[in-house]
């Protein structure tokens, strides 16, 4: 893979997405392309810019993140989501997943885990934050 990853942020929050444009910044094999403030937004990107990967927040204004993968997928099948959220909840992850979501980032986690995450999905792996394993054993 020698191209750069291109990269879609959507976040609602300017200080957590001028972060995470940042953390993608140091990595020579990464480039943000866009960047939404919302779920209708990051639709609209994806079809305008055509990234290879959308790191994507559940709750924003709009349309919420998981409403932005069905709307996605509907025209954009190839296009690889890291959701990031600040809520680590079962079912938030399952239905993510289902939709369509190829990796759950725990936004607390982002700075040691969104980097690798979108590296594994990037190869057809699916990607968990680690904190997110507890909610899938079942002891």
Request: hydrophobic share 50%; glycine share 2%; charged share 20%.
């Amino acid at each position: 893979m020698t191209e750069k990853t291109r990269i879609l942020i959507a976040e609602d929050h300017a200080v957590m997405r001028k972060n995470i444009a940042a953390l993608i910044a140091t990595q020579s094999d990464m480039v943000v392309v866009a960047m939404a403030v919302n779920g209708e937004e990051a639709v609209q990107l994806t079809e305008q810019f055509q990234p290879d990967v959308i790191v994507l927040d559940i709750y924003m204004p709009f349309m919420d993140g998981l409403e932005a993968i069905k709307k996605i997928r509907e025209t954009q099948s190839q296009v690889l989501i890291v959701i990031m959220s600040l809520y680590a909840n079962r079912q938030l992850v399952e239905n993510a997943l289902r939709l369509g979501a190829q990796g759950y980032v725990l936004k607390p986690q982002a700075t040691q885990d969104l980097l690798p995450a979108i590296r594994s999905v990037r190869q057809n792996k699916t990607f968990l934050s680690p904190a997110l394993f507890t909610l899938f054993s079942d002891a």
